[in-house]
């Protein structure tokens, strides 16, 4: 006899629960921590979907239909994580793209027993929003490490490798969570008539080797020799090349697009820039973690993202992801320029 009846898709928070598990002694913590994520994601994604009324309402006085003034769509996200991070005293400190300081997560009785701080990039790509493509928010968790009272910057400047957690959220023609907690990457589409994440793409693997190579080509003269080298090496006519070059602008895009159908994202260091603009723990952190529990790989050209000890929160590095092979051609050309 054929079973007719087919599997519930699963949610996010089924999810998040079942694999509670994967953490021994576990109290729930982290769970509550990517749940309030989750809250924030679909309350900024209401807010992106409705951007392109932003000019119509602005025309109106500026204000919405509360009286408040119209907030930029990156203030807005920055607010909201921090907000749902904050009122459920699920971690002891945040740390923003959009802050200059981190943020000490006060309990309401003072003594906020929380272990993870949080590192986010709340909207990422946002000089996007006005031309109706697609942006993201980045995540990264770590446990703290200093031992008691309020949070301090040691809790926040760890290694990448350390992460107990990261994912991104990617606010799109369909909006996806996709995260890691060190237990390889999952991927959730947002359904927007019921406001639920599905599971939709369990087990991410990207492909060892891909097409697709993404940079600013634009700005091809201040690259460095080994990335022109590259470059030139994409567009030569042998095997299975040329590639194709697709840069929409939008980190957490061009990454989603690689990791699911192979290829490799580049931003490294120009003559101007020698760290590049990509901020190590904000994007390149929780983006290297994904990737490599996709089974591909995330340097600077010469040393694994993950294994950098950073020195300030809003340090920046040279940044290359993706499929293995793709990366491993990278270093050889930058090693060999
Ligand atoms: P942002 O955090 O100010 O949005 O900057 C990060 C973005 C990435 O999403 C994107 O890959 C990169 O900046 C694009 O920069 P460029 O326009 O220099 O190519
Ligand atoms: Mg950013």
């Given at each position: 006899m054929t079973n007719t009846k087919t599997k519930n898709p699963q949610t996010l928070g089924e999810f998040i629960i079942e694999k509670q598990a994967d953490f021994q002694y576990s109290s729930g913590e982290l769970s509550r921590l990517l749940s309030s994520i989750k809250l924030a994601a679909k309350v900024v994604n209401q807010q992106v979907n409705k951007a392109g009324l932003v000019d119509i309402v602005g025309a109106m006085g500026n204000h919405n239909i509360q009286g408040e003034e119209q907030q930029k769509l990156d203030v807005f996200a920055n607010e909201t994580f921090i907000a749902a991070l904050n009122n459920r005293e699920v971690v002891c400190g945040i740390a923003s793209e959009e802050n200059e300081d981190y943020i000490k997560v006060h309990a309401k009785d003072n003594v906020n027993l929380s272990k993870y701080v949080v590192l986010i990039d709340p909207l990422d790509g946002s000089s996007n929003i006005d031309v109706n493509v697609n942006v993201g928010t980045i995540f990264s968790i770590y446990r703290r490490t200093s031992l008691e009272g309020s949070v301090q910057a040691e809790d926040f400047l760890q290694p990448g490798k350390n992460q107990v957690a990261a994912g991104?959220?990617?606010?799109?023609?369909?909006?996806?969570?996709?995260?890691?907690?060190?237990?390889?990457?999952?991927?959730?589409?947002?359904?927007?008539?019921?406001?639920?994440?599905?599971?939709?793409?369990?087990?991410?693997?990207?492909?060892?080797?891909?097409?697709?190579?993404?940079?600013?080509?634009?700005?091809?003269?201040?690259?460095?020799?080994?990335?022109?080298?590259?470059?030139?090496?994409?567009?030569?006519?042998?095997?299975?090349?040329?590639?194709?070059?697709?840069?929409?602008?939008?980190?957490?895009?061009?990454?989603?697009?690689?990791?699911?159908?192979?290829?490799?994202?580049?931003?490294?260091?120009?003559?101007?820039?020698p760290k590049g603009k990509l901020r190590l723990l904000y994007e390149c952190n929780p983006i290297a973690l994904l990737t490599e529990q996709a089974g591909g790989k995330a340097s600077n050209g010469f040393h694994r993202i993950l294994d950098i000890t950073p020195s300030e929160l809003h340090e920046r590095t040279p940044f290359i992801c993706g499929s293995k092979e793709m990366v491993e051609k990278v270093e050889y050309f930058i090693k060999n320029a």
């Open positions: 991104y959220i990617v606010y799109g023609s369909s909006t996806m969570l996709v995260y890691t907690t060190g237990n390889g990457v999952n991927g959730f589409t947002l359904d927007p008539s019921l406001g639920t994440f599905y599971l939709s793409h369990p087990n991410i693997q990207i492909p060892k080797n891909g097409k697709i190579y993404s940079i600013n080509e634009g700005n091809y003269i201040k690259f460095p020799q080994g990335i022109k080298k590259y470059i030139k090496y994409c567009q030569e006519e042998n095997e299975d090349r040329p590639y194709t070059s697709r840069y929409i602008g939008s980190l957490v895009a061009d990454f989603h697009r690689n990791l699911l159908k192979g290829g490799i994202y580049i931003y490294p260091s120009y003559s101007n820039a």
